[in-house]
């Protein structure tokens, strides 16, 4: 067994009221995209949890090996192989699926990438699906705790295209590609999962 894996704590300290929403959503079988697998935590966490899903990992190429170890470790049958996904190209290597997951990635993406992301699942989802966005929003360009705006700051320090996104630009660029905000939960520690619809 791999020990000394990469460790998130706010994944591991999120992905039990995650999964409480994600058992409600994702409640039909099917494959689930996920947008930046990270640590691999809670790929892990949801897929055993919800063995009907098929759990599709994936993460930017220069980030990709930090989940690899964990989800192999697991070694769950419903835990796909780790892709590599740049969401700004054109191109996606993954097609086929009924669910999108990410978690704590819009405010590390570029905006015009969040955009793209949206393009994509568009296109992909089926008439059914739905795309859980997860992390900390700002509501009408204020923030919803100090500690939000301490770690946007923080964001904004290490590149200039980070940072906290309005809950306003996200529900306008769902509407703007043929999608909607359907549900909008309070979640712990000043976080919310966004769930998006046809």
Not at 26 to 53: C, D, I, N, S, Y
Not at 112 to 123: A, K, L, P, S, Y
Not at 148 to 165: E, K, S, T, W
Request: hydrophobic share 40%; proline share 7%; net charge negative.
């Amino acid at each position: 067994m791999t020990t000394n894996l990469p460790f998130s704590q706010a994944c591991e300290n999120n992905k039990a009221p995650i999964l409480e929403r994600l058992r409600e959503i994702f409640e039909a079988p099917g494959r689930v995209l996920e947008v930046g697998t990270g640590t691999g935590q809670h790929a892990v966490h949801f897929a055993k949890a919800m063995p009907h899903l098929q759990w599709q990992p994936t993460d930017h190429p220069d980030a990709a090996h930090i989940g690899r170890p964990r989800l192999e470790q697991a070694a769950l049958p419903n835990i796909l192989p780790m892709v590599e996904l740049n969401v700004g190209t054109a191109h996606w290597p993954v097609n086929s699926f009924r669910w999108a997951f990410s978690a704590n990635t819009a405010h590390i993406m570029a905006w015009n990438e969040v955009e793209q992301m949206f393009d994509h699942f568009v296109e992909r989802l089926p008439k059914d699906g739905v795309f859980c966005l997860y992390g900390p929003f700002n509501h009408q360009g204020q923030f919803s705790s100090d500690s939000n705006r301490q770690f946007d700051q923080h964001l904004r320090a290490r590149a200039p295209h980070m940072g906290i996104r309005d809950l306003e630009d996200l529900s306008a660029l769902a509407e703007a590609v043929g999608l909607i905000l359907a549900e909008n939960y309070a979640m712990p520690a000043n976080n919310r999962l966004l769930v998006f619809s046809h």
